[in-house]
């Protein structure tokens, strides 16, 4: 299967000539991908961590691995001030329009893209920051009723249906979480939920400050069984012998 390329250069961590330690994560990532291949459950995951110590580098090599295993990825830094649905609407097109290239994903892809153009058209009343080539015309009644936790959900489903077609999985990797705002923060674990129950190969790869995982546990009481919260700290380099 062709490596797909995300459109977006991660920021923030200047990347290091090599990644040092962060195998088991790695690992956890990998294993997590093979499953949704096979269309068995996986946790997402948040990653935790103090200012500093190596969290946008850890989610920028991890996007690297998942792009190398030839699986779809999306990839946002959430910076203040930015809305979630702005973010991840041009993402979540460039995706799309690739599994529309694959003949047993084309129709539900192009539905996907229906979704989006209702999405990001009710939408834009309340998050004016939304802007997202409408190629495709909104189906009625598809992620366009302007409810962000509704039109979130049908949307991510319509995604997941387009991925399991496509005999892949989707990642979804966010960096600085913890500037999503509380609703867009509960939209997307309502979202993730429903494309859990029904079995759809989606998984999130957050990352954020350690306060993240009281906010996302608080949100929704069913977060805890959505999310694992691994914490990281410093990492120490070898001394050279
Ligand atoms: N695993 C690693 N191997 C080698 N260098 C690393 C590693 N992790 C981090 N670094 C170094 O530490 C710097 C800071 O890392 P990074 O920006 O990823 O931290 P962060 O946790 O995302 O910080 P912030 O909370 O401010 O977003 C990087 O620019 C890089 O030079
Ligand atoms: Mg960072």
């Known amino acids: ?28 990532l990998r294993v997590s991908i093979e499953r949704l291949r096979i269309g068995r459950p996986v946790k997402s995951l948040v990653i935790v961590g103090l200012r500093g110590v190596g969290k946008t580098v850890l989610l920028s090599q991890m996007l690297r691995d998942a792009e190398s295993l030839g699986v779809h990825t999306v990839y946002v830094e959430a910076p203040e001030g930015r809305s979630l649905p702005s973010l991840l609407a041009p993402q979540l097109r460039t995706a799309l329009l690739c599994m529309s290239t ?33 190629d495709f015309e909104p189906e009625a009644g598809l992620a366009d009723n302007g409810d962000l936790v509704g039109d979130l959900s049908t949307l991510l489903t319509q995604v997941g249906e387009a991925v ?19 609703p867009e923060l509960v939209a997307l674990i309502i979202a993730l939920h429903r494309v859990s129950q029904l079995g759809l190969p989606i998984a999130i790869v957050g990352a954020g400050l350690p306060q993240l995982r009281r906010r996302v546990g608080s949100a929704k009481s069913y977060a805890e069984r ?14 050279a012998k």
């Open 1 to 28: 299967m062709a490596v797909i390329r995300s459109s977006y250069a991660p920021g923030g961590g200047t990347r290091p000539p090599k990644v040092f330690g962060r195998d088991d994560l790695r690992e956890r």
């Open 164 to 182: 399991r077609h496509a005999r892949t999985a989707l990642v979804i990797f966010i960096d600085d979480l913890q500037y999503v705002v509380e």
């Open 102 to 134: 694959v003949q047993e994903a084309k129709d539900s892809a192009n539905r996907a893209l229906r979704a989006l153009s209702g999405f990001a058209k009710s939408l834009k009343v309340t998050y004016q920051d939304i802007e997202v080539s409408s």
């Open 226 to 239: 959505l999310f694992d919260y691994p914490e990281i700290s410093l990492h120490q380099p070898l001394k």
